[in-house]
């Protein structure tokens, strides 16, 4: 159980998104983000998950990305939040190997509207408080998102199995930033806390699984 409270430094490099955010209005009708809705297009015409959004419940989508081979997407089942709903806790799978679909990564955002020179060095770890115990998250990096800054958070990489064990009987979570030796969350953040659904939860993760495996083996064919 102890294993979803631990970050797994190095056991999984997280790729730090540096592509184009298309969710922001300045950039929607670049070339990389016209290629990137064309392969949307085209993910739910291969059959892929892509789930639509639903209020509070856990939904699960492949991630593909442009010209790059099927190991490097990504299954993500996520769930918004319900303090600032755009920030959505993700578990994410990479389809590297059969193995490796067994393993997520719990991810999520903090969007902030605070001006903060220092935005953008935000880094290391820090403590938080989730499911009412103290935990250490690793703050991956900030970018520009509509008015403000979204901050990616990294709780750990977990085995499916604990994670559904450490969520059991549990119909809520939430994810409380706190104060470290150098970084006082206040100045960087309007908002420190958010919560989460876990309805459908399991379901989803089994989900995400299944389509994991079939991209692996798919890849394999």
Not at 73 to 95: C, E, M, Q, Y
Request: hydrophobic share 40%; glycine share 4%; aromatic share 10%.
């Amino acid at each position: 159980m102890k294993l979803l409270l631990i970050i797994i430094l190095g056991l999984f490099n997280f790729h730090a998104n540096a592509e184009t955010d298309c969710m922001v209005a300045e950039n929607m009708f670049k070339e990389e983000c016209k290629k990137e809705r064309d392969e949307q297009e085209k993910r739910k015409q291969s059959g892929y998950l892509d789930e639509e959004y639903q209020e509070n419940k856990w939904t699960v989508s492949v991630l593909q990305h442009t010209g790059k081979d099927t190991s490097e997407w990504s299954i993500i089942a996520s769930v918004n939040g319900k303090i600032t709903h755009g920030d959505r806790f993700r578990i994410r799978l990479l389809p590297k190997s059969i193995e490796r679909c067994d393993v997520g990564n719990s991810i999520t955002t903090f969007y902030t509207t605070k001006k903060n020179k220092n935005i953008f060095d935000l880094s290391g770890v820090i403590p938080a408080i989730f499911k009412d115990v103290k935990i250490g998250v690793k703050i991956l990096f900030a970018q520009n998102f509509l008015m403000g800054h979204s901050v990616w958070i990294d709780l750990s990489w977990n085995e499916l199995k604990n994670i559904k064990d450490f969520f059991k009987q549990q119909k809520e979570v939430s994810l409380k930033l706190l104060d470290s030796e150098t970084i006082i969350v206040d100045n960087y953040f309007d908002i420190i806390e958010n919560k989460f659904s876990l309805v459908g939860l399991n379901d989803a993760l089994d989900r995400a699984k299944r389509e994991c495996i079939r991209i692996v083996k798919e890849r394999k064919l």
